[in-house]
């Protein structure tokens, strides 16, 4: 059975930080891409960052440029978002997705070449970040 396990949401107050974890099971961990999504009340759900399990390319929204961080560890399948300079606009429900690396390239970079939620094929339930300001 494929899971995906999404924790680490909670209370912050602006300018703080918070580390999300996404635990996989049920799938060859390598073998896929492994995203972050956010979707705000009265909003649509919007691409956060993603990460290419076998060779660490990742992706990010503009809007977390310099902010947040994706990191994976294969040991635990594993994927991290940690999150800086949070700001009230952060709030949203945050979601881990996959999506078959075959459905992705990376440049020389370190660059995933998308990371987008209609992509996915398996997802985890929400946890909720909520920033105070």
């Known amino acids: 059975e494929v899971q995906l396990q999404a924790s680490g949401g909670g209370l912050v107050q602006a300018g703080g930080s918070l580390r999300l974890s996404c635990v996989a099971s049920g799938f060859t961990f390598d073998d896929y891409v492994i995203g972050w999504f956010r979707q705000a009340p009265g909003k649509e759900r919007e691409g956060v960052s993603c990460?290419?399990?076998?060779?660490?390319?990742?992706w990010f929204g503009n809007s977390m440029k310099g902010r947040f961080a994706i990191s994976s560890d294969n040991a635990k399948n594993t994927v991290y978002l940690q999150m800086n300079s949070l700001t009230a606009e952060d709030t949203a429900v945050y979601y881990c997705g996959a999506d078959h690396i075959t459905n992705y390239y990376s440049d020389n970079r370190g660059a995933l070449s998308a990371c987008s939620d209609y992509a996915m094929d398996y997802w985890g339930k929400g946890t909720q970040v909520t920033v105070s300001s």
């Open positions: 990460i290419g399990i076998h060779d660490g390319a990742t």
